[in-house]
């Protein structure tokens, strides 16, 4: 199982599954959590930019996610835990805080599940949503500005 926003899809995230996927070893299935607008909302202190049906269906497309689901509401890691009932949880990079919450969670259910950080893809800045977002911005913003002819 992997969780996150998957807001703006890029390569990262699919580099980020394909890696969860190899981590379940041969025959796994990957089902894919992803977070609820509110989730995001109470997470990050901003909405996702593609609501959550629309990142969910991006990513049960890709090829190497074999289920997708919304994430419960009210952060309810444990009803999705009972319901998937995955062998391994596959984390971020950057979901430190997320990790030890349910590897917190996992000690305290007598759960036998795996929690596995994956690491960053790439560094090329556009392996994020943020550094996608940003460069977007700053397209925009140059081409606001006046143009002198060459």
Same mark, same amino acid.
């Given at each position: 199982?992997? #969780?996150?926003? *998957? =807001?703006?899809?890029?390569?990262?995230?699919?580099k980020f599954?394909?890696?969860?996927?190899?981590? /379940? +070893?041969? +025959?796994?299935? &990957?089902? @894919? @959590?992803?977070?609820? =607008?509110? #989730?995001? *909302?109470?997470?990050?202190?901003? &909405?996702?930019? &593609?609501?959550?049906?629309?990142?969910?269906?991006?990513?049960?497309?890709?090829?190497?996610?074999?289920?997708?689901?919304? +994430?419960? #509401?009210?952060? $309810?890691?444990? +009803?999705?835990?009972?319901? @998937?009932?995955? =062998?391994? !949880?596959?984390? /971020?990079? $950057?979901?430190?805080?997320?990790?030890?919450?349910?590897? %917190?969670?996992?000690?305290?259910?007598?759960?036998?599940?795996?929690? @596995?950080? !994956?690491?960053? *893809?790439?560094? =090329?800045?556009?392996?994020s949503s943020? /550094?996608? %977002?940003?460069?977007?911005? #700053?397209?925009?913003? $140059?081409?606001?500005?006046?143009?002198?002819?060459?």
């Open positions: 199982m992997a #969780t996150g926003a *998957f =807001d703006l899809l890029h390569l990262g995230h699919v599954l394909e890696a969860s996927k190899r981590r /379940g +070893g041969r +025959g796994a299935k &990957l089902v @894919v @959590v992803v977070a609820r =607008d509110k #989730t995001v *909302f109470s997470r990050k202190g901003r &909405l996702p930019i &593609l609501p959550e049906d629309q990142r969910r269906e991006l990513v049960g497309s890709l090829r190497v996610v074999d289920k997708a689901i919304l +994430g419960h #509401t009210h952060l $309810d890691l444990l +009803g999705v835990l009972r319901e @998937v009932k995955p =062998d391994i !949880i596959c984390v /971020g990079y $950057d979901q430190n805080q997320i990790k030890v919450s349910v590897q %917190k969670l996992l000690r305290g259910e007598r759960l036998p599940i795996r929690v @596995v950080q !994956i690491p960053k *893809f790439g560094h =090329d800045g556009l392996n943020t /550094g996608i %977002k940003r460069r977007v911005a #700053t397209s925009w913003r $140059d081409r606001a500005k006046p143009r002198r002819s060459p």
